[in-house]
């Protein structure tokens, strides 16, 4: 099948289900890729929380952060859908900066990830990013913010008319009147940017070995699996990630690694015209167009 046609057809897929889409597919062996509008900006919801997990993580390994210091964390004691973790929370509660780790990366804790942003601010996370010369993601603001958009001013049943706002509102140069949702405000980056901090963790030169390792470690305990995961984990493959969602955005990004040694980084950035906070359809169209990439990219 030819390329250029199997891509037209991924991007009518996509259409169909209501998508846009910025993908990327990499295979780190070779640096052969193929995407799907791979240097659009979108803002990256807890996409964030990988790079904060590097520039905390190499803080540690050279010292200027204890792991086990121990953080007292105020509960978040939100209420609305989606938060997990402490963000949850009731009471106040002691944790070791190893654990907020684990805690911000694996179950996208919002919480965790403020309390270690106490320690890395996200101008430092960017210093962290340069350092490491990766292009094309920006760290603006903490993990509560996404929590503080229309979607919490409604009531469930009226979520509709938040999705309503993100959906519509956006200028043709991704401005947005909801500052979370504008890449001039937001966390924002690429499909590429995103590929090329997996291509840093999987291929360490800059990152340090033991840092990209544990760091690798933590989006192998992803414990959101219902995006990406079903189309990439099977007995000969492992599938190691980190998800993003914020009103209409629903991202992910990986590396795929299979038993024969080929590793293919992978990112999946979409948003959605559907007004609904649930779709599972998008779910998995995203995962489909990720999944076909892959495999034309594989079977070169």
């Not at 009731?90 to 990366?105: F, G, K, M, N, Q």
């Amino acid at each position: 099948m030819n390329v250029q046609w199997a891509i037209r057809e991924l991007r009518a897929t996509l259409q169909e289900a209501g998508l846009s889409g910025s993908f990327l597919v990499r295979d780190l062996a070779t640096g052969d890729e193929l995407g799907i509008a791979p240097d659009v900006e979108l803002p990256i919801a807890s996409l964030v929380k990988v790079p904060l997990a590097v520039a905390v993580l190499e803080r540690i390994h050279d010292g200027r952060i204890d792991a086990a210091t121990m953080i007292d964390v105020v509960p978040g004691r939100l209420t609305s859908p989606g938060p997990t973790g402490l963000s949850r929370f009731r009471h106040p509660a002691r944790i070791a900066v190893e654990d907020l780790l684990y805690l911000s990366t694996a179950y996208s804790d919002n919480a965790a990830a403020d309390t270690l942003f106490g320690l890395v601010p996200p101008s430092e996370v960017n210093r962290t990013l340069a350092d490491l010369g990766i292009t094309g993601i920006t760290v603006r603001h903490l993990m509560r913010d996404l929590t503080q958009t229309p979607a919490e001013r409604f009531e469930p049943r009226e979520v509709h008319l938040a999705q309503a706002l993100a959906i519509g509102s956006r200028t043709a140069g991704h401005g947005h009147p909801v500052r979370q949702l504008d890449v001039s405000r937001a966390n924002s980056g690429t499909a590429r940017a995103c590929v090329d901090l997996l291509q840093a963790l999987w291929a360490p030169t800059r990152v340090p070995a033991a840092v990209a390792a544990q760091v690798r470690s933590l989006m192998g305990s992803n414990v959101i699996r219902h995006r990406l995961a079903p189309d990439f984990s099977s007995d000969a493959s492992l599938w190691l990630s980190k998800t993003g969602t914020l009103l209409n955005l629903r991202h992910e990004i990986g590396v795929v690694e299979h038993d024969d040694g080929s590793r293919y980084a992978i990112a999946a950035l979409t948003e959605s015209t559907v007004p609904a906070a649930v779709q599972p359809t998008a779910e998995a169209v995203m995962s489909h167009v990720a999944r076909a990439l892959h495999d034309q990219l594989r079977a070169r």
